[in-house]
């Protein structure tokens, strides 16, 4: 359907024509644009190809809590308490939740997995390597914690 700007802003739920003019001013309503009637031009409310001139305006302004395109009612207004206490079971329930969150649990699990110790054994050897037997120093039981840690992290990822 083809818009002058007075009614596009209208279509919008805007009362002034400011917000339009400004947008087709910068261009970015060009696309929408569908020729001159006198001294009007036209807008394009579903041209082929694009979304809505409502959608593409709601994407190129920023929307404030007062803002008529904001103002869509939800479809959740609309359901029954019974519908709504079904909806919030099924995408929010606890096998919802189960599924949503298997995956991170299966990579904690991954993570937790014990390492495989000779690789960590011949990873410590290598870092340390001609090590003298206990007592160890401070120093040396500090650099041996050091090694293992290094060690068990690259064995294990």
Not at 28 to 37: I, K, P, S
Request: charged share 20%; glycine share 6%.
């Amino acid at each position: 359907m083809k818009l002058t700007i007075s009614e596009a802003a209208a279509h919008c739920g805007y009362k002034s024509r400011s917000v339009i003019y400004r947008l087709q001013q910068s261009g970015l309503l060009r696309d929408y644009e569908a020729g001159r009637v006198g001294r009007s031009l036209l807008l394009e409310s579903h041209p082929p190809g694009r979304c809505p001139l409502r959608d593409h305006i709601a994407a190129s302004v920023q929307l404030r809590h007062d803002s008529p395109l904001g103002q869509h009612p939800s479809p959740m207004a609309e359901l029954s308490d019974d519908q709504l206490a079904e909806y919030c079971d099924r995408h929010l329930g606890d096998d919802a939740l189960a599924a949503a969150v298997a995956p991170i649990n299966e990579w904690i699990d991954a993570q937790r997995q014990a390492p495989e110790w000779a690789l960590v054994a011949d990873r410590m050897n290598a870092y340390l390597g001609a090590w003298s037997a206990p007592p160890w120093t401070a120093e040396e039981v500090n650099t041996m914690a050091m090694a293992l840690a290094m060690a068990q992290e690259g064995a294990c990822g």
